[in-house]
T-cell receptor
Framework: QKEVEQDPGPLSVPEGAIVSLNCTYS??????FMWYRQYSRKGPELLMY????GNKEDGRFTAQVDKSSKYISLFIRDSQPSDSATYLC????????????FGAGTRLFVKA | NAGVTQTPKFQVLKTGQSMTLQCAQD?????MSWYRQDPGMGLRLIHY???????DQGEVPNGYNVSRSTTEDFPLRLLSAAPSQTSVYFC?????????????FGPGTRLTVL
């Protein structure tokens, strides 16, 4: 079983829709939770990170962490065609140096 | 700032050939790493470095070598290429190892081994 599970999609939505992207994980020691956005044939770029449980909002993006359920989400409001990309979740323990575990990524298409 | 740069962008090798993937960063980051990205697998750490002269193995190090002679450069060497090494390779750098330190990725090298 993978430490981090992420539905690969693809997920196709109309412009303006609310998008929900999710990951589940098995290691309760994870404390940092990140979302990366990766455009086609580009490197991943950090979108948001959250420490421990709770919500974090940045413009149209909201990250949620539910440590009791080992479940994290990224919500995109008023989705735009420019949001079309692969979204990777990633997790890290508070200690443990370089060991960041990435999900496989969900491909999102926002249709104009 | 150019950020993290990688060369080449694309490469085709025959089984058994060797090559070096280049990576450079101009952000004066101490920490650098190499990942491979395969469909359905996510990013997996190959090797990493915490400073010039210091490297260590990640999750999937077999078949790869690294060295770090300067802060800026972190090349990845494939010793004897195998079809299983067909992948997209990303180099990354960061200021620290805490979860709050942002990791910056290069644009990737797409490698095909025939």
């Amino acid at each position: 079983q993978k430490e981090v599970e992420q539905d690969p999609g693809p997920l196709s939505v109309p412009e303006g829709a609310i998008v929900s992207l999710n990951c589940t994980y098995s290691n309760s020691a994870f404390q940092y939770f990140m979302w990366y956005r990766q455009y086609s044939r580009k490197g991943p770029e950090l979108l948001m990170y959250t420490y421990s449980s709770g919500n974090k909002e940045d413009g149209r993006f909201t990250a949620q962490v539910d440590k009791s359920s080992k479940y994290i989400s990224l919500f995109i409001r008023d989705s735009q065609p420019s949001d079309s990309a692969t979204y990777l979740c990633a997790m890290k323990r508070n200690t443990g140096g370089f060991k960041t575990i990435f999900g496989a990524g969900t491909r999102l298409f926002v249709k104009a | 700032n150019a950020g993290v740069t990688q060369t080449p962008k694309f490469q085709v090798l025959k089984t058994g050939q060797s090559m070096t993937l280049q990576c450079a960063q101009d952000m004066n980051h101490e920490y650098m790493s190499w990942y491979r990205q395969d469909p359905g697998m996510g990013l997996r750490l190959i090797h990493y470095s915490v400073g010039a002269g210091i490297t260590d193995q990640g999750e999937v190090p077999n078949g790869y070598n690294v060295s770090r002679s300067t802060t800026e450069d972190f090349p990845l060497r494939l010793l004897s290429a195998a079809p299983s090494q067909t992948s997209v390779y990303f180099c990354a750098s960061r200021t620290g190892t805490s979860g709050s330190s942002e990791q910056f990725f290069g644009p990737g090298t797409r490698l095909t081994v025939l």
